[in-house]
């Protein structure tokens, strides 16, 4: 045990200068020395695997974002990406006010659920004030209400062999494909089940607006902005993400963005 400790601060140190400069061969090293193995991935993946394995080391399954007192919220949560799907089942919702709304959690699970957004409202709440942080280089601070995604695993008791939450997002994106393309994240179950991971239908005291993703978005607070996924459809439990999407785990991932966006 004292051993690993000793490897850990030097690994990290040597982890550090990989990350920076992406030598391959020292990343192989480095994957090698962390699972035992040594495969030859492509560059990137070996990166994102290392990014994604040193943050779980470095700040554990548990530990929290960061919290802000109302005295720092600056100005309302500036909408990103999607603000205002015109996809015909989100406008038919939006339209009655997400009244016939229901959120579905299906796949590995032992009881698929689906909630509507007063069985959702109505469940323990938990409420934060966190920073937002997006990879264009903006960051926003807004409190944020919701029921933690624990709770919802709970109830639908996730199979065994479940490794991922697969969220599926009612807007699609043109990104000049014939096809707009569905916009789509996944988590681990760790994030999934971490405390602060919770499904918001509320920003700064007011129902969720429909630019910041209403009815239901997900704040997932040690990651980048764009695993947060809003105009949630449906949660998905599965064991592999290949089948969704061109099978990175995310809208953006299928475009070369990390699939794990630690902080
Ligand atoms: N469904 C969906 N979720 C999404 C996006 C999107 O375009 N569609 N954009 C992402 C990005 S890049 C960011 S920064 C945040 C923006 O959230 P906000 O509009 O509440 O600031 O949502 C994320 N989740
Ligand atoms: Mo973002």
Redesign the pocket.
């Known amino acids: 045990m004292s051993r690993f400790r000793l490897d850990r601060r030097r690994f990290l140190t040597t982890a550090g200068i990989a990350a920076s400069t992406l030598p391959l061969a020292g990343c192989d090293a480095l994957d090698g020395f962390l699972s035992g193995g040594s495969s030859v991935r492509a560059g990137l993946a070996v990166a994102n695997g290392l990014t994604y394995r040193v943050q779980r080391m470095l700040i554990g399954a548990d530990a929290l974002a960061p919290e802000f007192s109302s005295s720092e919220i600056r100005q309302g949560?500036?909408?990103?990406?999607?603000?205002d799907p015109n996809e015909e089942a989100y406008v038919a919702l939006k339209t009655s006010n997400f009244a016939d709304y229901r959120l579905q959690v299906h796949g590995l699970v032992e009881q698929p659920k689906s909630y509507s957004l007063d069985e959702l409202r109505n469940m323990p709440a938990r409420t934060q004030i966190t920073r937002?942080d997006?990879?264009e280089g903006w960051s926003?601070i807004a409190k944020w209400s919701g029921v933690p995604l624990s709770r919802l695993l709970d109830e639908v008791k996730v199979k065994p062999e479940a490794r991922f939450v697969v969220f599926h997002?009612f807007?699609s994106?043109n990104v000049g494909l014939p096809d707009t393309v569905g916009?789509y994240e996944s988590i681990d179950l760790i994030d999934a089940r971490h405390p602060q991971t919770i499904l918001a239908y509320g920003c700064n005291d007011a129902p969720l607006a429909v630019?910041?993703?209403a009815p239901i978005r997900v704040r997932v607070e040690r990651q980048l902005?764009?695993k947060?996924?809003?105009?949630i459809r449906s949660i998905e439990l599965a064991s592999t993400l290949s089948p969704y999407g061109r099978g990175k785990g995310g809208f953006w991932e299928d475009f070369g963005y990390d699939w794990y966006a630690g902080i």
Request: charged content about 10%.
């Open positions: 949560q500036r909408p990103n990406g999607s603000t937002h997006c990879v926003c997002c807007d994106m916009y630019a910041n993703g902005g764009y947060m996924a809003k105009y």
